[in-house]
């Protein structure tokens, strides 16, 4: 089975390709890895230590100041038993 020269030129310039840009992604992730990525949660570097409750009410306090600025209306704060933390 003979192939075409222009077929062998196309699938190596395709595999060329293929494994420049996965030198790039390696060489990507090896700069990254190597740079040390802080991976812990922003709250346990920040020092924030809230639980739901704390966390739901901030919330809603956000958008009780927040609310008549962006959209010109009073914000209702959603009831207790319409919150469902998981």
Same mark, same amino acid.
């Given at each position: 089975?003979? =192939?075409?020269?222009?077929?062998?030129?196309? #699938?190596?310039?395709? *595999?060329?390709?293929?494994?420049?840009? =996965?030198?790039?992604?390696?060489?990507?992730? #090896?700069? #990254?890895?190597?740079?040390?990525?802080?991976?812990?949660?922003?709250?346990?570097?920040?020092?924030? *230590?809230?639980? =739901?409750?704390?966390?739901?009410?901030?919330?809603?306090?956000?958008?009780?100041?927040?609310?008549?600025?962006? &959209?010109?209306?009073?914000?209702?704060?959603?009831?207790?038993?319409?919150? &469902?933390? &998981?």
């Amino acid at each position: 089975m003979t =192939t075409n020269p222009r077929t062998l030129r196309r #699938v190596r310039r395709r *595999n060329r390709r293929l494994a420049t840009a =996965t030198a790039i992604v390696l060489a990507i992730v #090896v700069v #990254v890895s190597a740079w040390g990525l802080d991976l812990q949660p922003a709250s346990a570097a920040s020092g924030y *230590n809230a639980d =739901t409750d704390t966390s739901i009410a901030d919330i809603q306090s956000f958008w009780a100041a927040a609310m008549p600025d962006v &959209y010109g209306r009073k914000y209702t704060a959603i009831p207790d038993t319409r919150i &469902y933390p &998981y």
